[in-house]
Antibody
């Protein structure tokens, strides 16, 4: 069955960096675009970034553009989110999600919590 | 950017009730709308896509309708497992979520 397992969350000081990983299994990872979505404490869902199946195309939400980088290693079935210049408003649970070819998100991981605090 | 507005924010209901949640888009998104269910501490779960297509394995008491800018999610005969927060999501142009509707015990 499809499994997505995020890791790499933790506490980071403002301005610092953090890299999240999402290990995928149960499907042909290299055939699917992948996403990151985040959810601030007690808040709703916010799309963060998307990467094409081969990594050639990437798009970002305005709130993270220029600070976050999405990437993937299809040989390792792993999705990444490199976050730099972290701000308090980046505090959230970060989910990776698989994008169905019709563009909705059909599978999600359980998330990893990022807390930005001094 | 396309904005998504859900109503109500909170809905109090009892087991067996029929529940309806509304989602409005700031511009037409045709039928490119999905609904997700999220329980505390869990990842969102896909319920419905393309406004009205039920995801495999989702109980038939869930249904979706609408097109353009107005959409509804209906739960017929609410079950104990259905108390959760529900989000709509447009995927016509990138992705935007509604703010969520919490279905709580009356």
């Amino acid at each position: 069955q499809v499994q997505l397992v995020e890791s790499g969350g933790g506490v980071a000081q403002p301005g610092r960096s953090l890299r999240l990983s999402c290990a995928a299994s149960g499907f042909t990872f290299s055939s699917y675009p992948m996403q990151w979505v985040r959810q601030a404490p007690g808040m709703g869902l916010e799309w963060v970034a998307v990467i094409s199946y081969d990594g050639s195309n990437k798009y970002y939400a305005d709130s993270v553009k220029g600070r976050f980088t999405i990437s993937r290693d299809n040989s390792k079935n792993t999705l990444y989110l490199h976050m730099t210049g972290l701000r308090g408003e980046d505090t959230a649970v970060y989910y990776c999600a698989r994008k169905h070819y019709e563009d909705y998100f059909d599978y999600w991981g359980r998330g990893t919590l990022v807390t930005v605090s001094s | 950017d396309i904005q998504m507005t859900q109503s109500p924010s909170t809905l109090s209901a009892s087991v067996g009730d029929r529940v309806t949640i509304t989602c409005r888009a700031s511009q037409s998104i045709r039928s490119w709308l999905a609904w997700y269910q999220q329980k505390p501490g869990q990842a969102p779960k896909l319920l419905i896509y393309k406004a009205s297509t039920l995801e495999s394995g989702v109980p038939s008491r869930f249904s979706g309708s609408g097109s353009g800018t107005e959409f509804t999610l209906t739960i017929n005969s609410l079950q104990p497992d259905d108390f959760a927060t529900y989000y709509c999501q447009q995927y016509d142009r990138f992705w935007t979520f509604g703010q969520g509707t919490k279905v709580e015990v009356k």
